[in-house]
């Protein structure tokens, strides 16, 4: 692996030179006290050492609100919505994202590789950075230390004068190749990242629990400190549900069809007509979504669902943390089924 | 994991394909019969049992069984029941109106395996609809297959469907028909009582007949359990599902029960398969 | 219902206890408005109570029915019209004016129209549906712009509108906010019911619930996560009242 340096100040002037070679989207700050990515105008405003970003970049390639025909009812004709082909490269993505990118892949790929998500998709490069975990990520804990390269045809590696430039492809090879101004890199080895938040069981022993925690206790604690609001599913960078509306103008006629983002903690998500909803209770819905991130798709491909990217706690206002719900449902585990003493897993239900 | 995005062929998958209405019938209040064209007479090429995405510009898609058999060559049927908004505006079309079709999807069920078998049929209201193509199916390819025996449930006479394909399958000698209503009305002469009153009565090749159930989600539970008394074996029951959809396609995940996309794994499941998914049934 | 010319859907407009907010609102359309004018004929009557034997295809009712009056004018009007929508949440929810309810009947009459009050009887503020049928509803206060156009549009092609059921959350999520309680404010947006785009956090304000609740909301866990961002217990309440209590008065934790 070829790997330079490339100092601070170089920063803005790297970027313009991605610009140079297509559309550079990275993190920008928003609001009082959070980052979400952007398409770069500014070199200078973009920032790579952040948190995480409010929404992944999943909305590059499963858009939040995204046009699929256009159609005029007069002669029942339509057209596709149009996706633009453009060069776009990544900056200053964390590696639980670019995992969650991946897995993606595998959802809009299998059986039915669909169109409109992969002609988003392909174009795409990738420019990794590394970060410090807060109290939210446990991304380690389902097998993505900070430092996993996969994905990313770049890695920026933190150090103390800028970052360690680690070239992973040859497409990464390709993007900084006429960039003059890289130094060798420094001669410092890449310092391994600890995280605060852990899962209590490392990923590869959960598919034990889960076999067992269909009709776990916490479900139901859960459930009482729940409102249902859907945000954990909508920040979760491996959600991918949607639901479809038609759309109509004033004019009556023509109209489109458009999907959003939907989630599995909304009411009437399992709803159909007639009344019958097949998951009517808050509990049976955060079953549902905790099972299909450590469940039923691990079931089939054998890695877990869930990046540890943390935005599902970090973003509920009721506070409930998904560490909390897989270390209960651990706990809940080794006393029912391995007889052994729960230690504390640091979850308070308490008062509920 | 990580997969070569670069090198796969890509589908457009929700372009439907518009075609025309031909034919309509009403069958009792709340259910209208369709006979539909794809552009250029282009055969569905579906099994008994999958469905389609019908469009309806402005009002959205629904899920609908195919109701015809795949022996039916230049157009196919469906049957809808109108519940909703988009039923509703189906209802009002006329012949030569045009809809949206996508698919055929899912899985239907396995007429190759069936063959040499005798199957028990077992439908509950609009449960038929998808039977029906099977049904279909077995009498157009009659020497392959053993006993046909039918037995249809609806709630009271007026909601009784096909009424044609009734006298059919009551007149002809080589189908066992047997038919109840929850309700009857002073003209009704046939049985009385919901459908597993049927049951008991069958005389039945046991290992040597597949049944399949279709029927209100509320059915299944009562059924199986009679076909658990009768000692039909699981694995010769096949039963379908219905769920939320969207897509049809296995993207947008309202169908998923446990590892399984209903519209892709389903709608008709082999008993066995199901009987380890919780919130199945 | 049909949209040709000389058969053009006739629409009319009431007004009951409200501040006509919504009126305001619904004139503020603008462009729209010309194209809505191809499709309907307006006919607006502010008191209907003359015995023309008028008919309307739709008739939309703004404001709460708080006299007895209010419940003999809106019979006569459900008896007119095909299709009856509330608009705005006095109309959908009692709104604001339902808070009323939850004070003395006398008291209020005091201070509204002190000592006249015997003039004029009132009743607590109910909803349009507490009194007759309504075919749809309308929320927010005052009431979505985008929501109603959608209605108008459905219902004139001839479908049936459908209620937005998810919580105004999800279309602050979908154009990516920042929550407003990460800026040190608490938000109603958790369990009330979107469909308005979430636009009061989209522009960095707190959601006060104006459009009523999700159904089956859980409101104790609403009420934790607003006590536990330091708001009192019966503020917490308050809150989830202003514009919900005529609803969920009844119901709300003790
Ligand atoms: C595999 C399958 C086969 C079906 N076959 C038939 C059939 O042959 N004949 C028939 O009449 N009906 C059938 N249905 C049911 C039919 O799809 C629903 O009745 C229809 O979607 C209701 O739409 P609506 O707009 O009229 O109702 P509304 O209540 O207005 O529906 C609102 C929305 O809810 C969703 N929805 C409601 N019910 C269902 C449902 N059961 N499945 C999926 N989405 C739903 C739709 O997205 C719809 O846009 C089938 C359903 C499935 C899953
Ligand atoms: S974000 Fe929190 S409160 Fe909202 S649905 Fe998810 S777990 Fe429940
Ligand atoms: S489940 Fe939560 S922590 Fe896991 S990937 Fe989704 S949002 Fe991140
Ligand atoms: S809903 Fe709000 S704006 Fe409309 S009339 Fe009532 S108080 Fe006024
Ligand atoms: S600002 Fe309000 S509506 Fe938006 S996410 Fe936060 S709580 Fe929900
Ligand atoms: S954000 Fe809340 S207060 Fe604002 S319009 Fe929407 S529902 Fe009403
Ligand atoms: S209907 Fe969308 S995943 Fe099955």
């Known amino acids: 692996m070829k790997k330079y340096q490339l100092n601070k100040k170089q920063l803005p002037s790297f970027i313009d030179h991605l610009k140079k070679q297509g559309t550079v989207f990275a993190p920008h700050k928003k609001g009082d006290a959070s980052y979400s990515f952007a398409k770069v105008v500014e070199s200078d405003s973009v920032i790579l050492e952040y948190n995480r970003t409010l929404n992944s970049i999943k909305k590059y390639f499963l858009p939040p609100r995204e046009l699929l025909l256009s159609y005029s009812r007069k002669d029942n004709s339509y057209k596709k919505g149009t996706i633009g082909k453009e060069k776009k490269i990544f900056l200053g993505v964390h590696s639980y994202d670019m995992k969650a990118v991946l897995k993606l892949d595998y959802n809009f790929t299998e059986g039915n590789p669909e169109e409109n998500y992969l002609l988003r998709r392909r174009n795409s490069s990738f420019i990794g950075v590394s970060f410090i975990p807060d109290e939210f990520h446990f991304s380690q804990s389902v097998g993505m230390p900070v430092h996993d390269t996969d994905g990313f045809d770049i890695y920026l590696e933190k150090n103390d004068d800028g970052y360690t430039v680690k070239i992973i492809t040859e497409k990464g090879e390709k993007l900084i190749k006429?960039?003059?101004?890289?130094?060798?890199?420094?001669?410092?080895?890449?310092?391994?990242?600890?995280?605060?938040?852990?899962?209590?069981?490392?990923?590869?022993?959960?598919?034990?629990?889960?076999?067992?925690?269909?009709?776990?206790?916490?479900?139901?604690?859960?459930?009482?400190?729940?409102?249902?609001?859907?945000t954990c599913n909508l920040v979760c960078p491996t959600c991918y549900c949607f639901d479809v509306e038609d759309n109509m103008d004033l004019s009556l006629q023509n109209g489109t069809r458009d999907r959003s983002w939907d989630g599995c903690m909304l009411n009437d998500f399992a709803a159909v007509a007639g009344g019958e909803n097949f998951r009517k209770s808050l509990a049976d819905r955060q079953r549902h979504r905790i099972f299909r991130k450590f469940r039923y798709i691990t079931y089939i491909t054998g890695e877990p669902w869930c990046v540890g990217c943390g935005r599902c706690t970090a973003y509920c206002t009721a506070g409930i943390s998904i560490v909390d719900i897989v270390n209960q449902l651990c706990d809940e585990y080794e006393q029912k089924y391995l007889n052994r003493p729960v230690e504390q897993s640091g979850l308070n239900l308490e008062g509920l | 994991?990580?997969?070569?995005?670069?090198?796969?062929?890509?589908?457009?998958?929700?372009?439907?394909?518009?075609?025309?209405?031909?034919?309509?019938?009403?069958?009792?209040?709340?259910?209208?019969?369709?006979?539909?064209?794809?552009?250029?007479?282009?055969?569905?090429?579906?099994?008994?049992?999958?469905?389609?995405?019908?469009?309806?510009?402005?009002?959205?898609?629904?899920?609908?069984?195919?109701?015809?058999?795949?022996?039916?060559?230049?157009?196919?049927?469906?049957?809808?029941?109108?519940?909703?908004?988009?039923?509703?505006?189906?209802?009002?079309?006329?012949?030569?109106?045009?809809?949206?079709?996508?698919?055929?999807?899912?899985?239907?069920?396995?007429?190759?395996?069936?063959?040499?078998?005798?199957?028990?049929?077992?439908?509950?209201?609009?449960?038929?609809?998808?039977?029906?193509?099977?049904?279909?199916?077995?009498?157009?390819?009659?020497?392959?297959?053993?006993?046909?025996?039918?037995?249809?449930?609806?709630?009271?006479?007026?909601?009784?469907?096909?009424?044609?394909?009734?006298?059919?399958?009551?007149?002809?000698?080589?189908?066992?028909?047997?038919?109840?209503?929850?309700?009857?009305?002073?003209e009704w002469k046939g049985n009385t009582g919901v459908i597993t009153t049927l049951i008991p009565g069958l005389d039945l090749d046991l290992p040597n007949t597949i049944t399949a159930v279709v029927g209100p989600p509320i059915m299944y539970k009562f059924v199986l359990m009679s076909l658990k008394t009768k000692r039909i074996p699981d694995k010769n029951i096949y039963l379908s599902l219905e769920r939320r959809m969207k897509c049809g396609v296995g993207k947008c995940g309202h169908c998923q029960i446990n590892h399984s996309y209903i519209c892709q794994d389903g709608p008709v499941y082999h008993y066995p398969e199901l009987k380890h998914l919780q919130e199945a049934i | 219902m049909t949209t040709e010319a000389k058969n053009k859907p006739k629409v009319a407009f009431f007004d009951f206890t409200s501040c006509e907010g919504c009126q305001l609102n619904k004139l503020n359309l603008e462009n729209d408005l010309l194209d809505i004018l191809e499709h309907v004929d307006i006919v607006e009557f502010r008191e209907a109570m003359?015995?023309?034997?008028?008919?309307?295809?739709?008739?939309?009712?703004?404001?709460?029915?708080?006299?007895?009056?209010?419940?003999?004018?809106?019979?006569?009007?459900?008896?007119?019209?095909?299709?009856?929508?509330?608009?705005?949440?006095?109309?959908?929810?009692?709104?604001?004016?339902?808070?009323?309810?939850?004070?003395?009947?006398?008291?209020?009459?005091?201070?509204?129209?002190?000592?006249?009050?015997?003039?004029?009887?009132?009743?607590?503020?109910?909803?349009?549906?507490?009194?007759?049928?309504?075919?749809?509803?309308?929320?927010?206060?005052?009431?979505?712009?985008?929501?109603?156009?959608?209605?108008?549009?459905?219902?004139?092609?001839?479908?049936?509108?459908?209620?937005?059921?998810?919580?105004?959350?999800?279309?602050?999520?979908?154009?990516?906010?920042?929550?407003?309680?990460?800026?040190?404010?608490?938000?109603?947006?958790?369990?009330?019911?979107?469909?308005?785009?979430?636009?009061?956090?989209?522009?960095?304000?707190?959601?006060?619930?104006?459009?009523?609740?999700?159904?089956?909301?859980n409101k104790n866990a609403m009420l934790e996560i607003l006590t536990e961002h330091g708001i009192s217990l019966d503020e917490a309440k308050k809150r989830i009242l202003l514009f919900n209590s005529y609803d969920h008065s009844q119901s709300m934790p003790k």
């Not at chain 1, 990242?193 to 959960?206: A, G």
């Not at chain 2, 795949?70 to 809808?80: M, Q």
């Not at chain 3, 549906?129 to 929501?147: F, L, W």
Request: one cysteine or more; charged letters at 25%; hydrophobic letters at 35%.
């Open chain 1, 178 to 230: 006429e960039f003059n101004g890289l130094c060798d890199a420094l001669d410092i080895s890449s310092n391994h990242i600890q995280f605060q938040n852990k899962l209590k069981y490392n990923y590869n022993r959960l598919p034990e629990v889960f076999e067992q925690s269909w009709n776990a206790e916490v479900w139901e604690e859960v459930a009482k400190r729940c409102v249902g609001c859907g």
């Open chain 2, 1 to 186: 994991m990580s997969i070569a995005i670069s090198d796969i062929k890509t589908q457009e998958l929700y372009s439907p394909d518009i075609s025309e209405i031909i034919a309509i019938k009403r069958f009792t209040e709340k259910e209208k019969w369709f006979e539909i064209r794809l552009p250029e007479g282009r055969s569905l090429g579906h099994q008994p049992g999958q469905f389609v995405q019908v469009s309806l510009f402005g009002a959205g898609e629904a899920p609908i069984s195919v109701t015809s058999s795949p022996t039916k060559e230049g157009s196919f049927e469906l049957c809808v029941r109108e519940v909703g908004m988009l039923t509703k505006i189906f209802h009002n079309l006329k012949v030569g109106s045009t809809i949206g079709i996508r698919g055929p999807y899912g899985k239907g069920f396995d007429v190759e395996s069936f063959k040499g078998k005798d199957i028990l049929i077992i439908g509950g209201g609009i449960g038929i609809v998808p039977l029906r193509s099977l049904i279909n199916y077995v009498i157009d390819n009659r020497k392959d297959y053993g006993r046909l025996i039918i037995l249809y449930g609806a709630k009271t006479p007026d909601e009784l469907l096909y009424p044609d394909d009734l006298k059919l399958w009551d007149k002809s000698n080589d189908i066992e028909y047997h038919i109840t209503v929850d309700q009857g009305t002073p």
């Open chain 3, 50 to 217: 003359d015995d023309k034997a008028e008919e309307y295809d739709i008739a939309f009712i703004e404001g709460s029915i708080s006299t007895p009056s209010c419940v003999e004018r809106i019979h006569d009007i459900r008896r007119r019209a095909k299709m009856l929508i509330a608009l705005g949440a006095c109309a959908t929810q009692g709104g604001i004016n339902a808070m009323k309810n939850l004070q003395p009947i006398e008291e209020v009459r005091e201070a509204v129209y002190g000592d006249e009050k015997y003039r004029f009887p009132t009743l607590p503020a109910m909803p349009v549906s507490a009194i007759v049928k309504v075919d749809y509803k309308i929320d927010g206060c005052p009431m979505s712009m985008p929501e109603f156009l959608k209605v108008l549009k459905s219902l004139l092609a001839g479908q049936e509108p459908i209620k937005p059921d998810s919580a105004v959350c999800v279309e602050c999520k979908l154009k990516e906010n920042e929550c407003v309680f990460d800026k040190g404010m608490v938000c109603l947006g958790p369990i009330t019911r979107g469909g308005c785009d979430a636009i009061c956090p989209s522009f960095g304000q707190f959601c006060t619930g104006c459009r009523g609740l999700i159904s089956n909301p």
